[in-house]
T-cell receptor, first 115, second 118 residues
Framework: ETGVTQTPRHLVMGMTNKKSLKCEQHLGHNAMYWYKQSAKKPLELMFVYNFKEQTENNSVPSRFSPECPNSSHLFLHLHTLQPEDSALYLC??????????????FGAGSRLTVL | AQSVTQPDIHITVSEGASLELRCNYSYGATPYLFWYVQSPGQGLQLLLKYFSGDTLVQGIKGFEAEFKRSQSSFNLRKPSVHWSDAAEYFCAVGGEIYSGAGSYQLTFGKGTKLSVIP
């Protein structure tokens, strides 16, 4: 248990479905991240929130919609996804602030399959 | 732009043997360097980090890494591998680079998968 909890752990959805991934951290951190991990590719940063404000949107398609209601919770809303969006989605948290020295604590991930 | 290269996609070692995983980075100033490990079905766990000071850093589970500025490398080592070390290992570099809306990115390598033969 890392202190970062992701639900669901596995999700199968059709291309027309709407679903959400949830992330919760109990570490008192102020920054939260969404990463996408696909086979044979480096981790791709998707979104960053610092103190609930979105500070990074790494050219992510609009079919992915993040939401950060407070510093402890982060959601990724999914709609009209494509099969190539199938991947492991990792949530992470960190102390926050603008620093490359941020040490990330990761959740176990949500394995998404788009049919 | 910063980048990380892990030249070995897959390494197999015998239990008890020594291990070295290679990592080369590209960055214009002093980098922050990290090694993370990912077990099957899990997220990434921090093994160790280098920010400044002593270039040989110790981490968890008996791992160490050495920062060599002249070679732009941050190789991970372990003197004696255990079967439980089988996992995927990721090197990452972070730095004071402005990116996008004002935050700083951590760039990961593609990972090296370690298999351990009993």
């Amino acid at each position: 248990e890392t202190g970062v909890t992701q639900t669901p752990r596995h999700l199968v959805m059709g291309m027309t479905n709407k679903k959400s991934l949830k992330c919760e951290q109990h570490l008192g951190h102020n920054a939260m991240y969404w990463y996408k991990q696909s086979a044979k590719k480096p981790l791709e940063l998707m979104f960053v929130y610092n103190f609930k404000e979105q500070t990074e949107n790494n050219s992510v398609p609009s079919r992915f919609s993040p939401e950060c209601p407070n510093s402890s919770h982060l959601f990724l809303h999914l709609h009209t996804l494509q099969p190539e969006d199938s991947a492991l989605y990792l949530c992470a948290s960190a102390q926050g602030g603008y620093s490359g020295a941020n040490v990330l604590t990761f959740g176990a991930g949500s394995r998404l399959t788009v049919l | 732009a910063q980048s990380v290269t892990q030249p070995d996609i897959h390494i197999t070692v015998s239990e008890g043997a020594s291990l070295e995983l290679r990592c080369n980075y590209s960055y214009g100033a002093t980098p922050y360097l990290f090694w993370y490990v990912q077990s099957p079905g899990q997220g990434l766990q921090l093994l160790l980090k280098y920010f400044s000071g002593d270039t040989l850093v110790q981490g968890i589970k008996g791992f160490e890494a050495e920062f060599k500025r002249s070679q732009s490398s941050f190789n991970l080592r372990k003197p004696s591998v255990h079967w439980s070390d089988a996992a995927e290992y990721f090197c990452a570099v972070g730095g004071e680079i402005y990116s996008g809306a004002g935050s700083y990115q951590l760039t990961f390598g593609k990972g090296t998968k370690l298999s351990v033969i009993p």
